[in-house]
């Protein structure tokens, strides 16, 4: 397939999202046009990467002094010490703002890598390559940054767009299937917050995807990140209209800080559960149809996915989340700050749906029962 090109415009910057297979192979020209002044380029790369991308990386920057900072990709180590770390490298390395920072590796790979380079002299310049289709289809697209602490996910952190995403969808090929359910929970996401043909596209093909077939992998990129832009560009700072784009998150992350960042329990899985229950709520506030629910539900059970909501189909299993919810960063008072969807394609305005903690104790009973 051609490869696509998506342009990120909002009124302070702008870049491109370079989609399709070998897009690595188009780096070196657009660094030349992107970057002129950049003599040193440090790459923060997931040591899981397979040897033969960082062989090409390195390979297409023949011409740059290049600083190579492994990372070990976890919640756990999206941390605070972990981007001090990285700092202390580039400080006595030398680095200036005319450089570059790449991240090469998942969404924690570029949350901390992109987190760094907002901070580091106030700002260096930043390309994301996103490895999984997780951070392809989400993490990579709008520019927030961030690491977590041990009141909860994402709430150190700033807003910092790069110079260029380049997704190569070669990376694809190397995901075992729990990284392809990560990637797959925040196309479904997109699908049911914006765009109804795409969500009756996915009731056909979700199966294609999840078994990596080209044609419908790049075609769900490319969606996923149009849709992740038009919110993106829209409301750069997550002050009204992006916060639609936490659709399922405020569980899914609860359900993370509550697991302790487990493994067992990856960031998609925690999604597919979240989007589940916000959803159950919005049957329960009576915005949201039954039958769509069934929808809903329908494609996770066609594609082995239902286990991840099973876990929360009784009360006392939902209450055991409320502790965590109440830290959630879209929180700004006494109730909890859900986001929930009207229609497929259509969200309930954002502020909209606030829950009491006493409220969301007495709903806990009716939200396992459907």
């Not at 990376?171 to 699908?191: D, N, R, V």
């Not at 044609?215 to 992740?228: D, G, M, P, R, V």
């Not at 990856?266 to 769509?292: D, R, Y």
Request: glycine fraction near 4%; charge should be positive.
């Amino acid at each position: 397939m051609k490869n696509q090109e998506i342009k990120f415009k909002n009124q302070n910057s702008g870049y491109s999202i370079l989609i399709g297979k070998n897009t690595l192979n188009l780096l070196p020209r657009k660094l030349n046009f992107l970057c002129p002044n950049t003599k040193n380029i440090a790459i923060i790369i997931d040591k899981k990467i397979p040897s033969k991308f960082k062989k090409i990386l390195k390979n297409r920057l023949q011409k740059y002094n290049l600083l190579m900072l492994p990372f070990s990709s976890s919640e756990k180590n999206k941390s605070i010490n972990t981007a001090n770390f990285y700092l202390k490298k580039l400080l006595s390395k030398n680095f200036n703002r005319s450089d570059l920072v790449i991240a090469m590796g998942g969404g924690i790979t570029g949350d901390v890598a992109g987190f760094v380079s907002s901070i580091f002299k106030r700002g260096i310049n930043f390309i994301n390559i996103p490895t999984t289709l997780l951070a392809q289809v989400d993490s990579a697209v709008g520019g927030k940054t961030g690491v977590n602490s041990i009141y909860g996910k994402n709430l150190i952190g700033s807003f910092y767009q790069p110079k260029l995403v380049v997704i190569d969808t070669s990376f694809i090929a190397t995901l075992p299937k729990k990284e392809m359910i990560c990637g797959y929970a925040e196309i479904l996401k997109h699908s049911i917050i914006k765009d109804k043909k795409f969500f009756n596209w996915l009731e056909r093909n979700t199966k294609f995807i999840l078994s990596k077939k080209e044609k419908e992998l790049t075609y769900a990129i490319k969606k996923s990140c149009e849709i992740k832009t038009y919110f993106a560009t829209k409301d750069v700072n997550e002050k009204n209209l992006r916060m639609v784009l936490n659709f399922g998150h405020t569980f899914a992350h609860a359900i993370e800080v509550k697991n302790n960042y487990s493994i067992k329990t990856t960031h998609g899985e925690a999604v597919l559960s979240g989007m589940i229950l916000a959803t159950k709520l919005s049957v329960i506030k009576k915005i949201f149809s039954l039958k769509t629910l069934n929808r809903i539900k329908k494609i996770y059970s066609q594609n082995n996915l239902a286990y991840t909501y099973k876990e929360f189909s009784n009360k006392l299993s939902v209450n055991r989340l409320i502790p965590y919810l109440k830290n959630d960063k879209k929180n700004n008072d006494d109730k909890i700050n859900f986001i929930l969807i009207k229609n497929i394609g259509k969200t309930a305005s954002p502020n909209k749906n606030k829950i009491s903690i006493n409220n969301l104790k007495k709903l806990s009973a009716v939200i396992s029962q459907y």
